[in-house]
């Protein structure tokens, strides 16, 4: 079975010279042999470090190739990889590290700071960008061993150009594109390319990745290596992504879908991917600029898109296909991405838990079912929403969404009773409550745990927050269920409206009158600021739960 690393070696050995990574604000290009000499340069470095199968190496950095290359470096090595949100707070990110049991610490030079807060708790803290090990103050020297050795034994060092190094120079320090390690002209080679280190089998854990932590404590996904494939091959089929395509990544990679799906998804089908960091005007320059074919997010950057002036003055003709996914969606907001942006669209509904994988909405079928998130699981992907015994729904009755597929996790790392809360006999029991239409699609109807119980009646807050979303004087809204001393609990409502806008509760109450049963209107409503949201962009009803008060009055 494959392994990430072997991927990668396929594809220096298939596509030596075509581009495997583009960063534009460097700007730096990659070939695939680029790819693979930096990663095994690097490796060498980690490699005398300390890093061997099985060491845990948390990697801190934003949308760079040292992202890129710090990944590839370790898994090559068979480390699992824990990649860690930037915006985190260092106690954040000291509290995951102590969870996962990390050993290494990976960082980009921009994060030194962070770096040196947290370089007292016993980790390895290795900078990225220089290669230099900071906390036993040497140098990394250039491995001359086979880890680090040129692909091409046996053939003339002088016949090939300098390495190019990806990385800024610095005095003092070892770069991983140094002479010693040259990069060939051709993809030509007289042996194999050699590993950096000890492959791990495909059933060994590639990555811990940290859930969203949107109802507390955020829980460690352990995911093997052929999970990680498995929806790289299933996102290749599914979006049609192919060698010669090129993806954009501007959502952040330490998320499961921008790492797992289409960072692995177009490496898996040696398609070019474009690297950034997300804003509107970046987005649109890039897809101007560099051609993009795809690219996924989550709904937030679509509907700032789509707010965007001047939209219609930029080039978006190479794009085949716009994918979204991450968070719940009405079918009114989708519409207006599609008239904002135009071209074809794709919702991807799962779970990092299974890869992320689970279910899509394809493009032929959004002009029925938009809003929907398809009916039927993705290639090779079994999906059911089931009563609490097990058994499938009727049309139109509520249930939980349960997924069975390659790509589910091995465990929660170090919890093994959310564990068996979550896998029973193979299928992952996701926790979404939902519905399947007369034609059999899946309409998301809520949270299980955001699921309000009101005199004895099920309110589902999605379905009050895609109502209010459609609202123009709305920018952003939550719905949770709060204690009432006669129903059990009421529906509040908290508002966020657009600059210059005024908006009466009452008035936001009438809106809701003929949309939804009166039972569902919210009783309270709140206007604010601002909604507490994590560091993946997801709305805390646990804070917003936690933080209410009865001084609103019934």
């Known amino acids: 079975m494959d392994t990430l690393w072997r991927v990668i070696e396929r594809n220096a050995l298939n596509y030596a010279n075509e581009t495997a990574l583009r960063y534009p604000s460097g700007p730096r290009t990659y070939t695939w042999l680029d790819l693979y000499t930096e990663a095994t340069q690097l490796a060498a470095r980690l490699q005398s470090a300390g890093v061997r199968p099985g060491s845990t190496v948390a990697l801190f950095s934003a949308n760079k190739p040292e992202f890129v290359l710090g990944f590839l470096a370790a898994t090559s090595l068979g480390a699992v990889i824990i990649p860690l949100n930037i915006r985190l707070t260092t106690r954040e990110i000291s509290g995951i590290l102590a969870d996962a049991e990390a050993e290494f610490f990976l960082f980009a030079e921009e994060f030194g700071p962070v770096a040196s807060e947290i370089a007292g708790s016993g980790l390895h803290i290795f900078d990225l960008s220089a290669g230099l090990s900071i906390d036993s103050g040497s140098e990394m020297n250039t491995h001359s061993g086979a880890a680090g050795a ?185 519409q207006q991405w599609r008239e904002a942006l135009g071209g074809q669209w794709m919702g991807v509904y799962g779970l990092t838990e299974a890869g992320p994988n689970g279910s899509a909405l394809r493009p032929y079928e959004h002009a029925a079912k938009s809003g929907s998130i398809g009916k039927r699981g993705t290639a090779n992907t079994e999906i059911r929403v089931v009563r609490a015994d097990g058994t499938d729904t009727a049309p139109d009755e509520a249930g939980e969404i349960i997924i069975r597929s390659e790509s589910i996790m091995l465990e929660y790392h170090g919890n093994p009773e959310a564990t068996r809360e979550a896998l029973v006999d193979g299928w992952l029991c996701t926790g979404d409550i939902a519905r399947r239409d007369a034609d059999g699609y899946i309409w998301i109807l809520d949270r299980k745990k955001d699921m309000i119980i009101s005199g004895g009646v099920n309110v589902y807050p999605k379905e009050i927050e895609d109502i209010l979303s459609m609202h123009p004087q709305i920018a952003d809204v939550a719905v949770i269920g709060v204690p009432h001393p006669d129903w059990g609990e009421t529906v509040l409502a908290k508002v966020v409206l657009r600059p210059g806008e005024a908006l009466a509760p009452e008035a936001i109450r009438d809106f809701c009158r003929d949309k939804l049963a009166d039972y569902k209107i919210p009783r309270l409503v709140e206007i604010v600021g601002s909604l507490p949201r994590n560091a993946s962009g997801k709305i805390l009803k646990h804070v917003l739960r936690a933080g209410w008060s009865a001084s609103v009055m019934y």
């Not at 955020?218 to 996102?235: D, M, T, Y």
Request: proline share 9%.
């Open 150 to 334: 040129n692909p091409l034994s046996g053939s003339d060092p002088n016949s090939y150009p300098k390495a190019r190094s990806g990385f800024d120079q610095s005095p003092g320090t070892t770069h991983f594109g140094s002479d010693s390690n040259p990069i060939p002209k051709t993809g030509h080679r007289t042996e194999p390319l050699q590993p950096a280190g000890s492959i791990p089998t495909s059933a060994g854990t590639a990555e811990i990745l940290y859930t969203s932590g949107t109802t507390g404590k955020p829980k460690g996904v352990r995911l093997s290596h052929e999970a990680v494939l498995s929806v790289a091959k299933i996102i290749t089929y599914e979006a049609g992504i192919h060698a010669g395509d090129n993806c954009l990544i501007l959502m952040p990679l330490t998320h499961s879908a921008p790492l797992n799906l289409f960072l692995w998804g177009s490496f898996w089908a040696g398609a070019t991917v474009t690297l950034g960091d997300f804003a509107p005007d970046v987005l649109l320059r890039y897809v101007s600029h560099e051609k993009p074919t795809h690219f996924f997010g989550a709904p937030i950057v679509y509907q700032l898109l789509s707010r965007t002036p001047n939209l219609k003055e930029w080039d978006l003709s190479s794009m085949k296909l716009w994918i979204y996914g991450g968070a719940s969606v009405g079918g009114a907001q989708i």
